[in-house]
């Protein structure tokens, strides 16, 4: 089965950042998509940053020159280096793994469990 582990959320104060982690298992990561989600109470969950398996990534306009999505696909992990962080980027953040089957026009996505980020002085 698909597997996904968050790490790296906590508590951490306006201007400060962090590092997230999401290690994969039970496919084979190089051929994936990676992407960072996050959702805050009483809000849709939205699209951080995304990284295609050719390397291109893509970002909200909200985190752009703030956030780093990486992968390192020898690890089978992707990362979300988070700098400058402001109050408004609490969340959880959830890792999710994409996969489009061009056969059948389908995508297929698998979810991590979610990390908790909480940006508060």
């Known amino acids: 089965q698909m597997h996904l582990a968050e790490s790296g959320g906590g508590l951490v104060q306006p201007g400060g950042s962090l590092r997230l982690s999401c290690a994969a298992s039970?496919?084979?990561?190089?051929?994936?998509?990676m992407a960072w989600y996050r959702q805050a109470p009483g809000n849709q969950r939205e699209l951080v940053a995304r990284?295609?398996?050719?390397?291109?990534?893509n970002y909200a306009d909200s985190v752009k020159g703030r956030f780093t999505i990486s992968r390192d696909n020898a690890k089978n992990t992707v990362y979300l280096q988070m700098n400058s962080l402001k109050p408004e980027d609490t969340a959880i953040y959830y890792c999710?793994?994409?996969?489009?089957?061009?056969?059948?026009?389908?995508?297929?996505?698998?979810w991590g469990q979610g990390t908790q980020v909480t940006v508060s002085s």
């Open positions: 990284i295609a398996v050719d390397g291109i990534t």
């Open positions: 999710n793994m994409g996969l489009l089957a061009s056969a059948s026009g389908l995508y297929y996505a698998y």
């Open positions: 039970g496919g084979i990561f190089s051929i994936y998509h």
